[in-house]
C-alpha cells in the first residue's frame, strides 16, 4: 500500500512537470481577451477626445469629474497603453494595476448607479428595480417593431434586449486584471518571461 501511494505521487509530480510549460495559456488567454476591450475604449475616447472630455467634466448629464483635460488623457493613454503592453506581455503586472484605477473610476462614477447587470434581466437574481420596470418596456418596443416593423429582420442579428449598463463587465475586466498581477505575463506567450529569463542567466 506504502508503494502505491508512492507511486500514485511520483506519477502526480510527473504530470505536475510536464503541466508547468502550459501555466502561461491563462495569463494569454487573458491578455488576448482583454486588449480589444482596452483598445476599442482606448481608441474610441482618442477619436472623439473632445467630446470625452466634456462628457467627464459636465455636471448634468456627464460624470462632473475634476481636471476633465486631465482625467481624459489619463484614461484614454491608460486604455491605449494597455493594449499594447498586455498584447506584448510586457510590463504586464505594471499595467494592471492603472487599468484597475480606471475600472474602479468607471464602476463608481458610471456603472454603480445601474446595479449588477450590464444587460437588463428581470428574471437574474440581482435584478434592482430599474431592471424589473424594463420587461413592461421590452415588452411594448417588441409590439411596436412587431406590428409596425420587420420584426425578423430587426432581430435577425439578435435578441432584441434593453442595456442596463450596470457594473457586470467593468467588475469581470477588474478580476481579470487581478488575476494577471498574480499571473504575470505568463511563461513562454510573453516578453516579461523572456526578459526575466535573459536577465536570471
Not at 473610476?105 to 447587470?117: D, E, F, K, M, R
Not at 431592471?131 to 421590452?138: F, I, Q, T
Not at 416593423?149 to 449598463?165: E, F, H, K, P, Q
Amino acid at each position: 500500500m506504502k508503494n502505491f501511494f508512492y507511486s500514485l505521487a511520483q506519477h502526480y509530480q510527473n504530470i505536475c512537470a510536464t503541466l508547468k510549460h502550459t501555466d502561461g495559456i491563462a495569463a494569454l488567454a487573458l491578455r488576448c481577451y482583454l486588449v480589444p476591450i482596452f483598445w476599442m475604449a482606448g481608441t474610441n475616447k482618442l477619436m472623439h477626445f473632445q467630446d470625452t472630455v466634456e462628457w467627464f467634466g459636465n455636471t448634468d448629464w456627464g460624470l462632473g469629474l475634476p481636471f476633465p483635460h486631465i482625467m481624459a488623457a489619463l484614461a484614454t493613454s491608460t486604455e491605449l497603453a494597455g493594449a499594447v503592453l498586455l498584447t506584448l506581455g510586457l510590463l504586464t503586472r505594471w499595467i494592471s494595476i492603472p487599468l484597475i484605477v480606471t475600472m474602479l473610476v468607471a464602476i463608481v462614477t458610471v456603472h454603480l448607479p445601474n446595479g449588477w447587470q450590464a444587460i437588463a434581466d428581470p428574471n437574474a437574481p440581482f435584478a434592482n428595480a430599474q431592471v424589473l420596470a424594463s420587461a413592461e418596456k421590452l415588452k411594448a418596443a417588441r409590439e411596436i417593431l412587431q406590428n409596425y416593423g420587420n420584426y425578423d429582420w430587426l432581430t435577425s442579428s439578435g435578441s432584441l434586449v434593453i442595456l442596463n449598463n450596470g457594473i457586470e463587465f467593468a467588475v469581470t475586466y477588474l478580476i481579470m486584471l487581478l488575476a494577471l498581477i498574480v499571473l504575470g505575463g505568463g511563461r513562454y506567450f510573453s516578453l516579461d518571461y523572456w526578459i526575466k529569463q535573459k536577465f536570471s542567466k
